[in-house]
């Protein structure tokens, strides 16, 4: 029984880190149970679609608050164009204006202006998905592998389609292996150039998933510190530092969404001009 007790104790003294940052089927929010004041739950639809589990989970949300949010502050600061904008207004154009100006004009040339609704898109989506995940009882849609990996198979996708509509399908696959190759060493590059071909998605996703939720598990293991521990001394030095990796993951939510933009312009571009 002592045996029993001390597994108990010790088991309450334990942080489910993993769990904090993994998806669930429920909504974490306060003020919605009386027993549980600030600990409340809100169960998430559970349903199935010809044997698939087509569930709304707490990122599913996240990503509907994200894009329904992006669209409400666009549309409201742009609902009257002014000559000379301000406040939100004057933040998004200041980022089009940059995105535009330096990355795809300098990377695409004047033909990648096409691409461009594309590439906000994906910054603004992951930007705000970034930035919901740090508001407390959120949940960060981009720490989620499976968002990653939708949104690198958009930019794959589009990828494939510029190089195809720019050199057309023969002409994109011949883009692939370079030219002036002894026969004998086709049977290493073609291998090699077909696996470069998708690690690009894949490096896109990685990067993102890899990056959100290393700051999250960071803040959490330093606060974490102070149950673990069980001694409020722990607090002076682990409130601070949770509280300035907290202010770097704002930065990093800026930087993570236009790392993605960058290289999916890049990538779309090589696929588009290889001869560049």
């Not at 639809?45 to 994200?66: K, N, Q, Y």
């Not at 202006?113 to 930007?127: A, N, Q």
Request: hydrophobic share 60%.
């Amino acid at each position: 029984m002592a045996g029993d007790t001390h597994v108990a104790e010790a088991a309450n003294n334990q942080i489910d880190i993993v769990g904090h940052i993994l998806d669930k089927k429920f909504l974490e929010l306060p003020f919605v149970d009386p027993d549980h004041l600030l600990a409340g739950t809100v169960d998430l639809p559970s349903f199935e679609l010809f044997g698939i589990d087509m569930s709304i989970t707490r990122h599913v949300v996240m990503m509907w608050v994200a894009s329904l949010l992006m669209v409400f502050m666009l549309l409201k600061a742009f609902r009257r164009p002014r000559e000379v904008p301000s406040g939100f207004a004057n933040f998004f154009e200041a980022i089009v204006v940059f995105l535009r100006d330096e990355i795809v004009i300098p990377i695409m040339g004047e033909d990648g202006k096409k691409y461009l609704p594309f590439l906000l898109t994906i910054f603004f989506f992951i930007l705000f998905c970034n930035l919901l995940g740090l508001i407390p009882y959120s949940a960060t849609a981009t720490g989620n592998i499976n968002v990653t990996a939708a949104l690198s198979l958009c930019s794959f996708l589009v990828m494939l389609g510029a190089g195809i509509a720019n050199n057309g399908i023969f002409g994109y696959i011949k883009s692939l292996i370079p030219s002036g190759v002894p026969p004998a060493l086709l049977l290493i590059l073609i291998p090699v150039e077909i696996i470069s071909l998708f690690v690009k998605p894949f490096a896109l996703c990685i990067r993102l998933f890899a990056n959100m939720i290393g700051g999250h598990v960071a803040i959490l293991v330093f606060l974490g510190l102070i149950i673990i521990l069980e001694n409020v001394w722990v607090a002076i030095g682990a409130v601070p530092f949770a509280v300035a990796i907290y202010m770097l993951e704002i930065f990093v939510g800026f930087i993570q969404a236009f790392v993605f933009t960058l290289l999916s312009a890049v990538f779309i571009s090589m696929a588009a001009h290889p001869d560049h």
